[in-house]
Nanobody
């Protein structure tokens, strides 16, 4: 399985940006997909995830501003980011988990089997 993330860029605070992640392979619809981010000097943190049936989970810091969605016909997951803040600046990574996921562990990076290369999002104040 390969993941290709895209859509990062430089925006101003308050702007919107949409990230996409395309996955290779079959059975995409059965996978749990997640987005994580890593800011300079900080650890990688969970952003959002969507399970095979479309159930979503968000980190508290992005809830209400970010929306994760998936297009199973195109093997793609998206992250719509609105009302961006400077603290959202980070490299964003998409990740794939081949098995089912539960809410209590869906935010753990080690629960995911494959990772994309990351796309940089920079939000200026």
């Amino acid at each position: 399985v390969q993941l290709q993330a895209s859509g990062g860029g430089l925006v101003q605070a308050g702007d919107s940006l949409k990230l996409s992640c395309a996955a290779s392979g079959r059975a995409f619809s059965s996978y749990t997909m997640g987005w994580f981010r890593q800011a300079p000097g900080k650890e990688r943190e969970f952003v959002a995830a969507i399970r095979s049936l479309g159930l979503t989970t968000y980190a508290g810091s992005v809830k209400g501003r970010f929306t994760i969605s998936r297009d199973n016909a195109k093997n793609t997951v998206h992250l719509q980011m609105n009302i961006l803040k400077p603290e959202d600046t980070a490299v964003y990574y998409c990740a794939l988990r081949m098995g089912s996921a539960i809410v209590s562990t869906i935010g753990r990076a080690n629960e995911y089997d494959y990772w994309g290369q990351g796309t940089l999002v920079t939000v200026s104040s």
